[in-house]
């Protein structure tokens, strides 16, 4: 099984910070990764998929980049409704694996 | 509008089995698959397995390989994850997730049911 490994596990930042969180696979996965944001009691939502492609409704202050073994999520510019749990997947191969997740908490 | 409508939440007894539903409205029902995903108290997601609406093909995680089995009804658009021999490990949201995406971006779990507890107690 593909391994996906994010860091921070969790971060404390303030409005309008600019916050950036990283996810490593266990082996090439190309651009088939995904980032999604879970409120707390609430479903996962989709923000990014392909590495990069911001899903049609996600806010443009949320990017994601990378290939191969090493993918960033960021938070150009953090809002009060930010703070959530945010989760990197990805789609190679089967399993679909997930990160542990990040937690974004107010600073 | 696309939704996925859950089956309510359960309490079963370690040994026993469980039955969740998902309906799924608001598009052709057979044109994508659907993943089902579990959420341990305090946990990430993990990912159950895959079930084609089209053909009722499947493919389960390995460690769940022999307890899961997933089905579909095209009748009613609606699938299935009945998972046995429950335990406490068990004990978890549920959520049945509609896929999007194409062989070029890879999959992605676009659509999510509310989910359903499913709480494992003696």
């Known amino acids: 099984d593909i391994q996906m490994t994010q860091s921070p596990s969790s971060l404390s930042a303030s409005v309008g910070d600019r916050v950036t969180i990283t996810c490593r696979a266990s082996?090439?996965?190309?651009?088939?990764l995904n980032w999604y944001q879970q409120e707390q009691g609430k479903a996962p939502k989709l923000l990014i998929f392909?590495?990069?492609s911001l899903q049609s409704g996600v806010p443009s202050r949320f990017s994601g980049s990378g290939s191969g073994t090493e993918f960033t999520l960021t938070i150009s510019s953090l809002q009060p409704e930010d703070f959530a749990t945010y989760y990197c997947?990805?789609?190679?191969?089967?399993?679909?694996?997930f990160g542990q997740g990040t937690t974004v908490e107010i600073k | 509008q696309v939704q996925l409508v859950q089956s309510g939440a359960e309490v079963k007894k370690p040994g026993a089995s469980v039955k969740v539903s998902c309906k799924a409205s608001g598009y052709t029902f057979i044109t994508y698959g659907f993943s089902w995903v579990r959420q341990a108290p305090g946990q990430g997601p993990e990912w159950m397995g895959w079930?084609?609406?089209?053909?009722?093909?499947?493919n389960y995680a390995q460690k769940l390989q022999g307890r899961v089995i997933m089905t579909r009804d095209t009748s009613t658009s609606t699938v299935y994850m009945e998972l046995r021999s429950l335990s406490s490990d068990d004990t978890a949201v549920y959520y049945c997730?509609?896929?999007?995406?194409?062989?070029?971006?890879?999959?992605?779990?676009?659509?999510w049911g509310q989910g359903t507890l499913v709480t494992v107690s003696s």
């Open positions: 079930i084609s609406a089209y053909n009722g093909n499947t």
């Open positions: 997947q990805q789609s190679y191969n089967s399993p679909r694996t």
């Open positions: 997730v509609r896929e999007a995406g194409t062989e070029s971006s890879g999959y992605y779990f676009l659509y």
């Open positions: 392909a590495a990069a």
């Open positions: 082996q090439n996965i190309n651009n088939y």
